[in-house]
């Protein structure tokens, strides 16, 4: 048998030795493909009425969140529409809707199947939907054909999730975590800016390279404290780190993430430094909380500021005032704050 025809395998330690227990959920077994990503978005809107109706109003299929309304719907995988191709999932409710999903990561485009799949849908429902989701923001919408043709990412659906009403159920936590670990996301605001005047988070940050907060979702690329005053720090901002890995979980269960670490850094001193700062006061071990693992920091020569004032739309592109959970901005407006790299003519 020759090398060509031989699969690779893929390796997966779902248990390491002097550990209680994995850190896997089932969902980590479909593999990190794009057909492993839009199976495990299926299973959640199966398996989950609430986070159905959802996604249903994010595309704008106006229809009730009924028992009845959700036993007459279907979600189905990967079917072959003869002569035109495979679909990836198709969400339907005879006589109402029809929606054709098509998923993509990485650098991959829909292009030919914007209009290839229009003759698959069917011409009884009242609204017909194409939702095309890839890794980059995309807001395009358009109809062809009577279809709604909506251009979205994956990014839009974990922050869709990213729910306070819905992140308590179990299917969602996992469908996060899953998308969030496995997949690197391309985001727009690529800053996530964030106040920072607890005395061990400082330490935290500071000593260890590790930024701590309450669960979350979410893919940010790089992380700017606010040191607020009082911190003991030179007030605003005056670093800037890169995100090279997050995590969700119990500081009781930092031994099972270990293998984690050493994916996100191969310098096992960082890996170290990483693991104390997890261990660094924690009261509450039963606690879920979301861990941002961080390169060394970028330092600035002058803080940057919140914006001042209290007029109307201050802030705008930036900050002001207290900062709201997961503020991001995209890496142009942070480097307009910069000083030093502005230019006037």
């Known amino acids: 048998m020759g090398n060509s025809t031989i699969k690779k395998t893929i390796e997966m330690i779902l248990k390491r030795t002097e550990t209680h227990k994995t850190t896997y959920n089932l969902l980590d077994l479909l593999g990190t493909d794009e057909v492993a990503l839009s199976k495990a978005f299926a299973f959640l809107l199966a398996t989950d009425r609430d986070c159905y109706f959802h996604f249903l109003r994010y595309l704008g299929v106006r229809t009730k969140n009924t028992l009845e309304n959700y036993k007459e719907s279907t979600v189905e995988i990967e079917i072959d529409r003869r002569g035109i191709g495979r679909t990836d999932i198709e969400i339907s409710q005879t006589d109402k809707y029809h929606i054709i999903i098509e998923c993509k990561i990485g650098k991959g485009k829909v292009i030919e199947q914007r209009k290839k799949y229009l003759p698959a849908f069917d011409k009884n429902v009242q609204q017909k939907v194409f939702c095309i989701l890839t890794q980059e923001r995309d807001t395009n919408k358009q109809i062809e054909e009577n279809v709604t043709i909506i251009n979205t990412s994956w990014l839009e659906i974990i922050d869709l999730y990213n729910d306070k009403r819905l992140l308590h159920k179990p299917s969602v936590s996992d469908f996060l975590k899953f998308a969030t670990k496995n997949y690197k996301m391309r985001e727009l605001k690529e800053i996530l800016i964030q106040d920072l005047s607890n005395e061990t988070e400082i330490k935290r940050f500071n000593e260890h390279r590790i930024y701590r907060r309450g669960q979350t979702f979410g ?110 901005v995209s890496f142009t407006d942070f480097i307009k704050h910069i000083p030093e790299l502005m230019t006037t003519d």
Do not use: H
């Open 219 to 328: 893919t940010p690329i790089y992380f700017s404290p606010y040191f607020n005053r009082g911190s003991g720090q030179i007030e605003g901002i005056t670093k800037l780190s890169k995100i090279l890995g997050i995590l969700t979980f119990k500081p009781d269960d930092i031994e099972n993430f270990r293998s984690d670490l050493e994916g996100f850094s191969d310098d096992k001193d960082v890996v170290d430094t990483w693991m104390k700062g997890i261990c660094l006061g924690n009261d509450d071990k039963e606690t879920v909380y979301t861990y941002y693992f961080l390169d060394d920091p970028l330092t600035f020569k002058n803080p940057l500021k919140k914006d001042g004032g209290r007029e109307k739309g201050r802030g705008k592109n930036w900050i002001a005032a207290m900062i709201p959970q997961n503020r991001c």
